[in-house]
């Protein structure tokens, strides 16, 4: 009877920290580049204590994670939109060093220089971020990201793979910060750029709004193995009380 208790609490915690996830993924499912955030719940056991106590199973807090998936790519036209075929990343330059996205929509500044929509610079392979001729008219990007204006070649921009085993931190909306090195793309028939493309979100709307429809009946499931054991302490509170 009182083991019930942790179990369903420990249930909720778990459940409130997914629903936050899927509220945000919600929140983000127009949004260009962005990757959904999933959460990994590992089984907690507490060990019998070998005078009649059994083992007690209950769910971790969980752990988040971004899905690494792809989006579904739109054709804008705009020749400053870009988006990856395959498995890698746009880069650009960060507060604190590059940071990675999929959201390949891009401006050129009165300096020339080629940023993102927020205004960050974007960077090539090596890091340097990309001039181009502001005056230089239209700019054309082959699919090893080599960068065209008006028949001169003004470096190319870099693509860059993480190592799946990597652990990704959210860097605003679209953008991210791996804990273990990029390496540049150097394959390009197995990724490449797209020029006049965007990738929109990777959070399937149908699955999310599936997945809150069944969180909220399990919340409701633990709370009222809560009840349950409430109840049930009162009645042994009542009848400990009466028997005396």
């Given amino acids: 009877m009182e ?8 249930a909720q915690l778990a459940l409130e ?16 580049g962005f990757r959904s955030e999933e959460v990994k719940f590992d089984e907690m056991i507490k060990k019998g204590d070998g005078f009649g106590a059994e083992p007690i199973s209950m769910a971790s807090e969980g752990a988040s994670f971004l899905s690494t998936r792809n989006g579904e790519l739109t054709q804008t036209g705009n020749p400053l939109d870009m988006a990856v075929a395959g498995d890698a990343w746009f880069g650009f330059q ?34 340097a971020q990309i001039q181009l001729d502001p005056n230089g008219g239209s700019v054309t990007i082959a699919r090893d990201g080599m960068i065209t204006q008006n028949g001169r070649q003004f470096g190319a921009v870099g693509l860059f793979t993480i190592p ?17 090195a990029a390496q540049p ?33 399990a919340f409701e499931s633990a709370a009222n193995m809560i009840q349950s054991n409430e109840r049930s302490l009162g009645d042994a509170i009542q009848t400990l009380g009466g028997a005396k």
């Fill in 3 to 10: 083991a019930s208790l942790p179990v369903a609490l420990s």
């Fill in 17 to 32: 920290r997914r629903l936050d996830t899927l509220a945000h993924n919600l929140a983000n499912v127009r949004t260009v």
């Fill in 94 to 127: 960060g507060p604190n060093g590059v940071v990675y996205t999929r959201d390949g929509r891009m401006r050129i500044n009165q300096a020339g220089t080629m940023e993102t929509l927020t205004g960050y610079p974007l960077v090539d392979a090596g890091g």
């Fill in 164 to 180: 799946a085993t990597a652990k990704l931190t959210r860097f605003d909306t679209s953008g991210v910060v791996p804990d273990q």
């Fill in 185 to 217: 793309a150097l394959d390009f028939s197995r990724a490449g750029v797209m020029q006049g493309f965007v990738e929109g979100s990777n959070v399937n709307p149908i699955l999310e709004m599936t997945r809150l429809i069944e969180l909220q009946r």
